[in-house]
């Protein structure tokens, strides 16, 4: 995630009671998933680690991709180093191993971009899923791959931003790959996009060439969603993740209980405020990839954690991360992306 001059402080949540009988539990999200007053009362588990219930990721295949891109030898991925350049052969590396494929002749697309006093470029990694059957509907996938470098002899590894989004990334195309072998009804007809980022930490500078692109390469294309995964993979308190953008799908409230009952992750709808007056908030709109999507009338989505000590220091590193909590995040991210199309109406 870029430079936040003023990171925020995690609030605590009220946690939900427990309820001891099980058919008591399944009668309460029945009528959640019918009610929609119901979305927005707080689920019948705690938001804690213990009541995690995965499906189908693997936290120690998250860790150990995770661990590769934090590792020393890519120097911290800072943009135009050859640590940047070693995480795309990574990268690029991957996507071949989950036959994805190439948005052009290859999955690196370069572009340009300007700062204060020079004209820089990056590249960012490209790769689609297409649809079973031609259509114009699209689902973005966006993770940025770069971080700050080195400074000296530290490294800043990067670990939680954003080793955890393109972690979750690759999972997530891996999963849907896997889907459409063993049961492709359970999946929208769709194409897929999924895109790490270069130069998000500068200023968002790749995922605004992306958005250039696509409306020269992409005119007829129809986007329902961009998702967004920033910082993913270390919780605060209360065990939460924070979904923003849920304002622009009006129906959010509809699949928000089938959300939680997925994996039981409990999921707050914004970031925490600020507390205490020397504290000022964040802008969450302007914080990562969405945001150029969000000036191009693209509806997103951005699942994240708020500001925590390792932040932007050489201590984000990949023993601080919660990888079952990576896990769920990943999970839920799959059911906002094969939602049906109504639910994405905006």
């Known amino acids: 995630m870029g430079n936040l001059a003023h990171p925020s402080t995690a609030i605590t949540r009220p946690q939900s009671q427990r309820i001891g009988l099980s058919l008591l539990r399944l009668s309460i999200l029945s009528l959640c998933l019918g009610i929609t007053a119901c979305a927005n009362q707080p689920a019948e588990y705690t938001c804690s680690p213990e009541a995690i219930r995965l499906n189908w990721t693997e936290p120690e295949a998250l860790k150990q991709t995770v661990a590769i891109l934090s590792a020393a030898e890519l120097m911290g991925r800072k943009t135009q180093t050859l640590g940047a350049a070693k995480t795309r052969d990574y990268l690029h590396s991957q996507y071949q191993q989950l036959g994805l494929t190439p948005w052009g002749e290859t999955f690196e697309v370069p572009f340009e971009y300007a700062t204060l006093f020079s004209q820089e470029t990056g590249s960012n990694m ?3 899923i297409p649809a079973r059957q031609p259509t114009h509907r699209w689902r973005i996938v966006v993770a940025h791959y770069d971080h700050l470098g080195m400074s000296g002899s530290k490294i800043y590894h990067g670990a939680d931003d954003n ?3 393109v972690a979750a990334l690759l999972a997530l195309a891996a999963h849907w790959q896997a889907q459409l072998s063993a049961a492709p009804d359970s999946l929208p007809n769709i194409n897929l996009m999924f895109v790490a980022t270069d130069a998000e930490e500068p200023g968002l500078f790749g995922s605004t060439a992306l958005v250039e692109q696509i409306k020269q390469r992409m005119p007829e294309a129809q986007f329902e969603l961009m998702l967004n995964l920033d910082m993913i993979g270390h919780p605060s ?5 924070y979904l923003e953008g849920s304002r622009n799908f009006y129906q959010f409230p509809q699949f928000r209980p089938m959300l939680n009952a997925n994996n039981h992750l409990c999921i707050k709808l914004s970031h925490p405020k600020p ?14 990839d969405h945001y150029p999507f969000h000036k191009a009338k693209i509806p997103w989505l951005y699942f994240g954690v708020p500001t925590h000590p390792q932040y932007h220091t050489p201590e984000d590193t990949p023993d601080t991360l919660d990888y079952v909590f990576l896990a769920a995040v990943t999970e839920s991210a799959f059911e906002i992306l094969r939602l049906n199309g109504d639910f994405l109406k905006n």
Do not use: F, H, K, M
């Open 237 to 241: 308190r209360p065990y939460t993740i």
């Open 126 to 128: 490209v790769a689609l």
């Open 275 to 288: 507390v205490g007056r020397s504290i000022q908030s964040t802008d969450w709109l302007r914080a990562s």
């Open 163 to 165: 080793a955890s989004g």
